[in-house]
T-cell receptor, first 113, second 117 residues
């Protein structure tokens, strides 16, 4: 079955610290992978996506993610977190040719000054 | 370029009533998706419309329905509302498949928060 697992429900970091949010997927074919961010009461904003090619992808707001096929992972990283990064982060997987996205349960990021 | 828009922002209904939610996709996008984000249940796929046709449907009862209009905007209708329908309903859009490799990216609107009392 297709699924996405985000093992960390809640992460707290200090401002300026590095960040890694974990995402593991189960998918029959080559997946398309996405990270979205959701601020409280808001919709989802696309941070980055992986379709093919270079396994390290750069996104907006200084985020990057690395696709590791052998580990079925697509972890999100940021070298130095800002207080404005506090939000909920969702990893998602989808097929080619547009169709539903399958989302993980999300990781809530809290940033302390 | 304007993003995906949704209306209303908030909607309060009582059990048994009907709710209608609206979505306007990004200009040039032909696909519209609906997702439900309910507390404790995460983001669940509801419906996918493309070129006016329903292409896929999530595991929701038939009282959740919708349509896509010739201008590619979409409506989600929820009949016989139940308390557990209270959620944030998110609409997303994507561009036509033939447009190239970025067609599989879904861009989301701000959502409509439906509260059923």
């Amino acid at each position: 079955a297709q699924s996405v697992t985000q093992p960390d429900i809640h992460i707290t970091v200090s401002e300026g610290a590095s960040l890694e949010l974990r995402c593991n997927y189960s998918y029959g074919a080559t997946p398309y992978l996405f990270w979205y961010v959701q601020s409280p009461g808001q919709g989802l904003q696309l941070l980055l996506k992986y379709f093919s090619g270079d396994t390290l992808v750069q996104g907006i707001k200084g985020f990057e993610a690395e696709f590791k096929r052998s580990q079925s992972s697509f972890n999100l990283r940021k070298p130095s977190v800002h207080w404005s990064d506090a939000a909920e982060y969702f990893c998602a997987v989808g097929p080619y040719n547009t169709d539903k996205l399958i989302f993980g349960t999300g990781t809530r990021l809290q940033v302390f000054p | 370029e304007a993003g995906v828009t949704q209306s209303p922002t908030h909607l309060i209904k009582t059990r048994g009533q009907q709710a209608t939610l609206r979505c306007s996709p990004i200009s040039g996008h032909t696909s519209v998706y609906w997702y439900q984000q309910a507390l404790g249940l995460g983001l669940q796929f509801l419906l996918w419309y493309d070129e006016g046709e329903e292409r896929n449907r999530g595991n929701f009862p038939p009282r959740f329905s919708g349509r896509q209009f010739p201008n590619y905007s979409s409506e989600l209708n929820v009949n016989a509302l139940e308390l557990e329908d209270s959620a944030l309903y998110l609409c997303a859009s994507s561009s036509p498949v033939e447009a190239g490799p970025n067609t599989d990216t879904q861009y989301f609107g701000p959502g409509t928060r439906l509260t059923v009392l």
